[in-house]
């Protein structure tokens, strides 16, 4: 009776051992193809604030594909990035408030830009910022294959002639997939996501000014790659108070060239 209870009690603790171990490589395949396989709304999420936030991919698996959203530094360094798919009026003045606080910025330009905005894009240019390839039509690129999407890089680049120095670029609405990021690789650009951004975007809904502070201040990290869109109404509005709340947390500014 005792080795008859005995092989029942081994053969309980084997199968919830196989059944943990099932669920355990279920759970990792499922991860991996959220992280790299399916497509992905890039994400992160603060733990700490002053720190670094945790994205929905590693600083270890996008650096195999020249990828990155974040410096790994202790550095009081940040990357300042526009997105601007369309002009709403704001980019000049932008333009000014970086120009008084000499500070380098990036901006993602997509074709539609380009083709209506010729002068502000020279301006941007002229100035000394990064023009970023944000795509010749702003599509989900996850549905490229390697032709459509060497197609929409390619021809942003002829619109922008030499304006675009070291090839950058930034996945339109941050929706990405492991096979983008290995065309982009492949097509010698760097993809650049961010760590530190807020709802701007939305033209019929602009936060207020205190929303901005409230999300782009204590959140602020070493090597932080900032998100701001150029279309934002708020983001004109705060920047200059923005740019001097970060230079007096004793942040200096560096062009995304020098990531």
Do not use: C
């Not at 606080?101 to 990036?106: D, E, G, K, L, T």
């Not at 993809?191 to 204590?218: G, H, I, K």
Request: glycine letters at 6%.
């Amino acid at each position: 009776m005792r080795d008859k209870k005995k092989f029942v009690y081994r053969t309980l603790v084997f199968l919830l051992a196989a059944a943990i171990l099932v669920q355990g490589v279920g759970i990792f395949k499922k991860t991996r193809a959220q992280a790299v396989g399916t497509i992905i709304d890039w994400g992160i999420h603060f733990e700490t604030e002053g720190e670094a936030p945790i994205g929905n991919a590693t600083t270890e698996y996008l650096a195999q594909y020249n990828a990155y959203y974040v410096e790994s530094t202790e550095e009081k360094v940040l990357y300042l990035t526009f997105d601007a798919g369309y002009e709403n009026g704001y980019t000049e003045d932008i333009l000014d408030v970086l120009k008084a606080h000499n500070v380098p910025a990036a901006f993602f330009l997509t074709g539609h830009y380009v083709k209506t905005n010729p002068e502000l894009m020279k301006r941007i240019a002229d100035e000394g910022h990064v023009i970023g390839n944000h795509t010749v039509n702003h599509p989900d690129m996850t549905t490229l294959d390697f032709n459509a999407f060497k197609k929409e890089i390619e021809e942003m680049e002829t619109l922008v002639y030499d304006a675009i120095g070291k090839p950058i670029y930034r996945p339109p609405s941050g929706k990405f997939n492991e096979s983008n990021l290995e065309y982009a690789d492949t097509l010698g650009y760097k993809t650049v996501f961010w760590s530190l951004a807020y709802a701007d975007w939305d033209n019929d809904s602009q936060p207020s000014a205190e929303t901005a502070f409230t999300r782009m201040v204590p959140r602020l990290h070493p090597g932080a790659i900032v998100l701001l869109h150029s279309t934002s109404e708020t983001n004109r509005d705060v920047l200059d108070e923005l740019l001097t709340r970060y230079e007096n947390m004793g942040y200096t500014f560096k062009s995304l060239y020098e990531l």
